[in-house]
């Protein structure tokens, strides 16, 4: 089946600096890859949504400025937290789709310090 | 605005009877519905899905329902094992519309086997 490999697994950063998480679709090909944010006992929100080779959309509320994504090919896509927060520390999770319909990548715990 | 509503937090089952899992929505948009399996500090694991032509659907052990005029869909799990034990989700889109479209999940089930 489809797999979406996200990385890393968790980080804790200083705040104020940057953090890149990645996402690979490696066995088929993300068009559209989905970012979402959970915090702790609640529902997955949806960010942004991102289009291979054009710019993402953003949900309302959703600073594009501080969540900078890239879609450079169809098998990557990356989400840049810029100048942390503490509150920006939340369960970060892709998912990309594909043929095989919606496959979400294992999540990232970020913490800002 | 939560389109997509799970009003129960928790559900505690015992293992071997069936589990039932409920979620609302409110957007008569949606015609593709899901539910994830997660658990915690890992992504969602896919399990199930209905079209909104069909009100029922079957995968062993778990079979989902839709009702439409209701904007009501559930889950059941028969028979409940320990290993069912984590937050469920349900999820919707409205796959008429072009393109990719993104998932609206509600807050999750917190769904405990008991041995």
């Known amino acids: 089946g489809a797999v979406v490999s996200q990385h890393p697994s968790w980080v804790i950063c200083k705040s104020g600096t940057s953090v890149k998480i990645e996402c690979r679709s490696l066995?088929?090909?993300?068009?559209?890859m989905f970012w979402y944010r959970q915090f702790p006992k609640q529902s997955l929100m949806l960010m942004a949504t991102?289009?291979?080779?054009?710019?993402?959309?953003?949900e309302q509320g959703v600073e594009k400025d501080k969540f900078l994504i890239n879609h450079a090919s169809l098998t990557l896509s990356t989400l840049t937290v810029t100048s942390a927060h503490p509150e920006d520390s939340s369960f970060y999770i892709c998912s990309g789709d594909g043929v095989y319909g919606y496959t979400f990548g294992s999540g990232t715990r970020l913490t800002v310090v | 605005d939560q389109q997509v509503k799970q009003n129960s937090p928790s559900l505690s089952v015992q293992e071997g009877r069936i589990s039932i899992l409920n979620c609302d929505y409110t957007n008569s948009m949606f015609d593709y519905f899901l539910w994830y399996k997660k658990y915690p500090a890992e992504g969602p694991t896919f399990l199930i899905s209905?079209?909104?032509?069909?009100d029922k659907n079957e995968d062993g052990r778990f079979t989902v329902f839709l009702n439409k005029s209701a904007k009501h869909l559930s889950l059941h799990i028969v028979p409940s094992q320990p290993g069912d034990s984590a937050v469920y989700f349900c999820?919707?889109?409205?796959?008429?519309?072009?393109?990719?479209?993104?998932?609206?999940f509600g807050q999750g089930t917190r769904l405990t086997i008991n041995p």
């Open positions: 991102s289009n291979e080779g054009s710019k993402a959309t953003y």
């Open positions: 066995d088929f090909q993300a068009t559209t």
């Open positions: 209905i079209s909104s032509i069909k």
């Open positions: 999820a919707a889109s409205a796959r008429a519309a072009q393109g990719a479209q993104k998932l609206v």
